[in-house]
T-cell receptor, first 109, second 113 residues
Framework: EDKVVQSPLSLVVHEGDTVTLNCSYE??????LLWYKQEKKAPTFLFML????IEKKSGRLSSILDKKELFSILNITATQTGDSAIYLC?????????FGTGTSLTVIP | NAGVMQNPRHLVRRRGQEARLRCSPM?????VYWYRQLPEEGLKFMVY????????ESGMPKERFSAEFPKEGPSILRIQQVVRGDSAAYFC???????????FGDGTRLSIL
């Protein structure tokens, strides 16, 4: 059965800290991995990764994929309170997206 | 440029009633996905539709649940004879093509009394 596992389940850090969120997967016919940020409402798209070793970067957020070891990481540097959210990882093997349960990040001032 | 629109935002039903959840995808998007999210859990895929076609409904219970995406109008997720266990947030997402990132609506929170 295809599955996506995220760790840690939750994380509490102070503003300014750097965090690394993990996503490992087991799917057949991997096509892409996506990261989303979910605050109170709709998940918002962050990154889509299809190739190993190529870092995607947007401001303080960056992500990279390792297709050999079947995982991805999401890094957030110089965290701010506005980064507090649930970060979701999803894997697309074709036809449907499989989501992990997410990592709940809390950034305290 | 409106995003994915879901309505209602909150829906309260009594056990045995029907619930209809609507989703209008982003302009230009012909692929629609429905997900269910329970507290402390991730998004669970339910069904994937393109215009007038169900592509994959493997995540949707075979009884009481149905979905459609007609040629005109929004996609509808219909739950008949609701039970307490149907209480959840139901999210709709759309994409312009297969294999493209999805854009999510704000969800419909369904509560069953």
């Amino acid at each position: 059965e295809d599955k996506v596992v995220q760790s840690p389940l939750s994380l509490v850090v102070h503003e300014g800290d750097t965090v690394t969120l993990n996503c490992s997967y087991e799917v057949t016919n991997f096509r892409s991995l996506l990261w989303y940020k979910q605050e109170k409402k709709a998940p918002t798209f962050l990154f889509m990764l299809t190739s190993s070793g190529i870092e995607k970067k947007s401001g303080r957020l960056s992500s990279i994929l390792d297709k050999k070891e079947l995982f991805s990481i999401l890094n957030i540097t110089a965290t701010q309170t506005g980064d507090s959210a649930i970060y979701l990882c999803a894997v697309y093997p074709g036809n449907q997206f499989y989501f992990g349960t997410g990592t709940s990040l809390t950034v305290i001032p | 440029n409106a995003g994915v629109m879901q309505n209602p935002r909150h829906l309260v039903r009594r056990r045995g009633q029907e619930a209809r959840l609507r989703c209008s995808p982003m302009k230009g998007h012909s692929h629609v996905y429905w997900y269910r999210q329970l507290p402390e859990e991730g998004l669970k895929f339910m069904v994937y539709l393109q215009k007038e076609n169900i592509i994959d409904e493997s995540g949707m219970p075979k009884e009481r649940f149905s979905a459609e995406f007609p040629k005109e109008g929004p996609s509808i997720l219909r739950i008949q004879q609701v039970v307490r266990g149907d209480s959840a947030a139901y999210f709709c997402a759309s994409s312009p093509r297969e294999f493209q990132p999805q854009h999510f609506g704000d969800g419909t929170r369904l509560s069953i009394l």
